[in-house]
């Protein structure tokens, strides 16, 4: 029998983006809500338990409204919400941070997706600090996240499709009160002692992600740039997604790499004494429905790339 999926939340921008991953795919079943019972919860109950996977795409307490609702030991969840991101029961969906992980996500009955700006960030600081280049406790360790304004979901896409304001053709800078939700998984998950100091920046483009993390000298210990590039390079060698710029970066990055692909490449850029490296990739891809349709697939135990 074919694998049922149901999409809860499936009228938001990540669910309608992983259905249209999904939808014309021949080894799945999607089970489909009526749109008027969109917000019925009994019918909800009754897709999510019938279902063997389940995508959530719902706020933080409604997602976790949802998983209350399941009531069998099958259905198997990937929640793309915040609100289990650092639950030390449930699986972090980012299988080419290690074998580890994708080995737990295989087996998994509840995955946590990763957030968008904190994929860029953990993607680049985890291997770091499992290698033992860069201490836990580092201070001075800052992020630079620039984001197309897709990432804001329907209501900011509207706003800057529909009703675009002089102030939305310029970059805007929030999360400027060190309160963003994306912090604690991008110091929980690395193993970070403290939190970094982080910047994101949406701006007046529909997709596509650079995060940015800067390593002043003290930080790294004077490493020089190409054993940083070495180091990435090897730890992600061999990953179907997620690569290394093979020589150290100069001149202008663009956020525009990976768009439309579940795609995530890193750049190391710099000298001994100040360095940086940018991750690239689509916001909407491998930082949400992208990420999402891959882990689901390794939990199906198909080829991680299908539909991908």
């Known amino acids: 029998m074919k694998p049922k999926i149901y999409i809860d939340g499936s009228a938001g921008t990540t669910g309608l983006q992983i259905y249209e991953r999904l939808g014309k795919r021949a080894d799945i079943e999607l089970l489909l809500i009526d749109d008027a019972k969109r917000k019925d919860t009994d019918e909800r109950k009754r897709l ?12 933080d307490a409604a997602a976790v409204e949802a998983v209350s609702l399941i009531e069998n030991d099958a259905t198997r969840v990937i929640d793309a919400s915040t609100a289990h991101r650092v639950n030390t029961a449930w699986d972090y969906g980012f299988p080419e941070l290690s074998d580890a992980h994708r080995a737990a996500i295989a087996k998994s009955k509840r995955v946590a997706n990763p957030g968008c700006h904190a994929t860029g960030f953990i993607s680049i600081v985890y291997p770091l600090v499992k290698l033992g280049l860069l201490a836990p406790d580092c201070a001075g360790l800052t992020c630079f996240s620039l984001t197309g304004y897709s990432g804001g979901g329907k209501a900011m896409i509207a706003d800057y499709e529909t009703a675009k ?3 939305l053709e310029t970059p805007g800078i929030y999360g400027v009160a060190q309160a963003h939700k994306h912090l604690a998984e991008m110091t929980a998950i690395p193993g970070l002692t403290r939190k970094p100091v982080f910047c994101p920046v949406v701006d007046d483009y529909y997709a596509g992600m650079a995060t940015t993390v800067m390593f002043p000298g003290a930080v790294l210990g004077g490493l020089k740039p190409e054993v940083l590039l070495s180091a990435l390079a090897d730890w992600y060698h061999g990953s179907r997604f997620v690569s290394v710029d093979s020589e150290l ?9 990976g768009v439309g692909t579940n795609n995530l490449r890193l750049t190391v850029s710099g000298d001994a004494e100040a360095k940086i490296v940018t991750a690239r990739f689509d916001n909407l891809g491998k930082g949400a429905s992208g990420a999402a349709v891959q882990n689901m697939n390794i939990m199906l135990g198909l080829s991680e790339d299908t539909s991908l």
């Open 48 to 59: 999510i338990n019938a279902a063997d996977i389940v995508f959530l795409c719902l706020p």
């Open 249 to 257: 970066g100069g001149g202008t990055i663009y956020a525009d790499y």
């Open 165 to 167: 304001t002089p102030a």
